[in-house]
């Protein structure tokens, strides 16, 4: 009984060696294919023009509400009980369109990103599927992931760099 259970792991074992079959697993730099397009370039450009933009209206709103603190500060001597806590919330009342500024320029940055980065990462992804299943890659792991721990397939980075046109 004992010989025939080795007998039986021994030859389930072989049939499972004769049925599984190598892998082809590659590696890919995204960042640095993300870098080298020409889109993501564009999108980098055109999103820190936005948020200087919104930055310069922002400082511009503080420097006012600042300008407008420090006088009202030099004249509170000067100024009844009742003026000076109309002042009091009128400051609070510019703090908090200020704050709001700030909230919308954030928001209105990541839709800008997403808009303009959704379309980049699906042609990579397009790239990316066509170069691995013309290489029959089954797994193409990115190359800078920290989590990788033994990288020896085939780098495709310039592949798809070829297959975007880009250098």
């Known amino acids: 009984m004992k010989k025939l259970s080795v007998l039986f792991a021994a030859i ?3 049939a499972s060696f004769g049925t599984a079959k190598a892998q082809k697993v590659a590696t890919l730099d995204v960042f640095g294919v993300l870098n ?6 564009k999108a980098d450009t055109d ?4 948020a200087d933009t919104k930055e310069a209206e922002i400082k511009k709103k503080m420097e006012a509400a600042q300008t407008k603190y420090d006088l009202y ?8 009980e009742a003026e ?12 908090d369109e200020i704050t709001a500024m700030q909230q919308k320029a954030q928001k209105d940055l990541q839709a ?5 980065f959704n379309p980049i990462e699906q042609k990579l992804n397009v790239a990316i599927e066509k170069v691995s299943k013309a290489g029959g890659y089954e797994f ?6 920290t989590s990788l721990v033994y990288k020896n397939g085939a780098d495709i980075t310039d592949a798809v760099k070829k297959e975007l046109a880009i250098k």
Not at 36 to 41: E, G, L, Q, S
Not at 140 to 145: A, E, F, I, P, T
């Open 36 to 41: 080298a397009m020409p889109d993501k370039k």
């Open 73 to 80: 500060m030099k004249e509170a001597q000067t100024k009844t």
């Open 140 to 145: 193409v792991l990115d190359g800078n992931s």
């Open 12 to 14: 389930l074992m072989m």
């Open 84 to 95: 000076n806590k109309l002042r009091g919330d009128e400051m609070k009342k510019l703090q």
């Open 47 to 50: 999103l820190k023009a936005f």
């Open 112 to 116: 800008k990103q997403d808009a303009a």
